[in-house]
C-alpha cells in the first residue's frame, strides 16, 4: 500500500491512462473468473486508497486524468 500511495504522488499522465485501460479492460470489458476477479480486486481497493490519501493538485494534467477517468471506473469495479 505504501508503495501505491507514494507512486501515485508523482504519477504521470501516461501512467494513469495506461491504468485506466488496464483496469477498464481487465475488469469492465472482459468478463473475469470470479477467483481471478476477487484475486486481483485488493489491488484496486489499495488504488482507491492510495488516491484519497494523494496529495493533490488541480492544477496538473495527471490529477486532472485521475479524477475525470480513473476514479470513475474504479467505482464501477467496485459495484
Known amino acids: 500500500m505504501e508503495d501505491i500511495v507514494k507512486k501515485m504522488n ?4 501516461k ?3 495506461a491504468l485506466y485501460q488496464i483496469l477498464n479492460g481487465r475488469f469492465l470489458q472482459q468478463v473475469p473468473y470470479p477467483q481471478v476477479y476477487d ?3 485488493p489491488f484496486v481497493r489499495n488504488l482507491e486508497q492510495a488516491l484519497a490519501q ?3 493538485n488541480k ?3 495527471a ?3 485521475i479524477e475525470d477517468c480513473l476514479k470513475g471506473v474504479i467505482k464501477k469495479i467496485q459495484k
Open 10 to 13: 508523482i504519477i504521470q499522465p
Open 15 to 17: 501512467e494513469v491512462m
Open 39 to 41: 484475486a486481483e480486486l
Open 54 to 56: 494523494k496529495q493533490k
Open 59 to 61: 492544477t496538473t494534467y
Open 63 to 65: 490529477d486532472i486524468l
